[in-house]
């Protein structure tokens, strides 16, 4: 009779982390915290509550409250040290609050346990990216590639790295191949664009982002490098055109804010200008505090 009772209640705990699971899946994860807490408080060693402590980070972290969610991959961590999702989403927190130290160390944990975890790859590469470590950056999105070679993110993220490298050729024909695959890629025409301005080729920046406002009109980083491009370009009322559209998609955006002052200044714009750097100031951009001290006296 006890063999029996003891079935039943790990079916039970196992189907309530189905239902768990699927609500984290679907970003209702307030919902999913409420099952997670019953299988915790069960205060066992099992499977089921190791994995719950994981997905209530996931929670955690998807309700922007990541002190309480690196706490709960910990816990799964410390109830089963092989748990390398709970090591990858350890990474992945790190990486989004800048720490990208401390995020390696977290997706190197979780590639030693399993060295087939294409996750962790794509996501380490980000971070030696980050550190500046392009080369091993490129060996792990390459074995990424190797397992998924239509992976978008994974493309875009070499083309990335290649970029850093002043591989410029490489960097372009990663952003074709993604484009290729997916037209809408947006980002693949952002990192050509960049690359074209980088290079003094105008015309061809403008062009990339014109095809990237045909597939994505919504996209503000579109028109702020627009508006970087006419900046470049001494086309001063071209370019704040399209920081105004840029800060009209998002009006949090600092460094926004920080461009058209500075376009604005290039046409003696100074209350405009002055006011733009007070803006970008008080969202946190140090430049933009510097040169309202500068040029706002």
Known sequence: ????????????????LKVATSKVYFDNFKAAIVDLNKIIAENSNSLEVTRAYYLRGRSFAGLKMSKQALQDYNYA??????????????GILFLEEQKPVEALMAFNNAIERNPTYVDAYNNRSNALLKLNKHQSALEDINKVLAASPNNIEAILLSASIKRFMNDVNGAIDDCNTAIQINEYATKAYLIKADIRLTLGDHKAAISDLNKAIEVEDS?????YQLGNTYLSMQN????IK??????????????????RGLAKQKIND?????????RAADLGSA?????????CK
Do not use: R
Not at 270 to 278: E, L, P
């Open 1 to 16: 009779m006890h063999l029996m009772l003891c079935t039943v209640h790990a079916q039970t705990l196992n189907d309530l």
């Open 242 to 259: 399209f920081y105004n559209k840029a800060i009209s998609l998002n009006d949090q955006d600092a460094s926004f804010y920080l461009q």
């Open 270 to 278: 100074k209350q405009g200008s002055c006011a733009d750097f007070t």
């Open 77 to 90: 961590i410390q109830l089963d040290s092989n748990n390398v999702e709970a090591y990858n989403y350890k």
């Open 287 to 295: 430049q933009g505090n510097e040169f309202k001290k500068t040029y």
């Open 236 to 239: 001063f009322k071209n370019a």
């Open 219 to 223: 996209n503000e980083f579109v028109y």
